[in-house]
């Protein structure tokens, strides 16, 4: 039998000896950047145009549409019905809120009643039972007494 004095296995797993060799690739990196910067610049281009289109066509819309006015600025032409339209504005949304604040009778021939909201939440979450039959012949001030001392009912378990 012949004996075999050199080992089988393959290359040896210690580093040899010099230096770690140059593993970038210039000329990759260069053709990657160019490609890059070239795609960019198309990608670019092609959004001048589009918007460009976009401008023109948008341009060409508003030349069909009729003007609201001769001269499309300022106050809304004569005549005017409000002297102070911004004013009377705030006076309505105060008179509603406070109307929204106060109980009465929307039309008490069918015992409609206006609650306030934060009222009706309570009596509502608290699952109070709301007495309406019994405000059928009551006054705003009556009724503002029984909704007012109406208190919840604690569950019985």
């Given at each position: ?15 040899s ?44 819309l ?65 699952g ?20 007012t ?9």
């Amino acid at each position: 039998m012949a004996t075999d004095f050199m080992p089988q296995t393959g290359p040896s797993m210690t580093p040899s000896p010099g230096h770690q060799p140059n593993e970038l690739r210039i000329r990759a990196m260069v053709i990657f950047t160019l490609a890059l910067m070239v795609t960019s610049g198309a990608v670019m281009v092609g959004m001048g145009y589009l918007m460009n289109y976009f401008t023109v066509g948008e341009q060409n819309l508003k030349a069909l549409a009729p003007p609201r006015f001769k001269n499309d600025v300022g106050p809304f032409p004569s005549p005017r019905l409000q002297s102070n339209p911004g004013a009377d504005l705030t006076a309505f949304k105060a008179a509603q809120l406070a109307e929204l604040k106060q109980m009465g009778w929307v039309d008490q021939s069918k015992n409609v009643a206006r609650v306030p909201i934060d009222r009706a939440m309570d009596l509502y979450a608290s699952g109070t039972e709301i007495p309406w039959p019994v405000l059928k012949s009551k006054t705003s001030v009556e009724m503002r007494a029984t909704l007012t001392t109406t208190s919840p009912q604690p569950e019985k378990k």
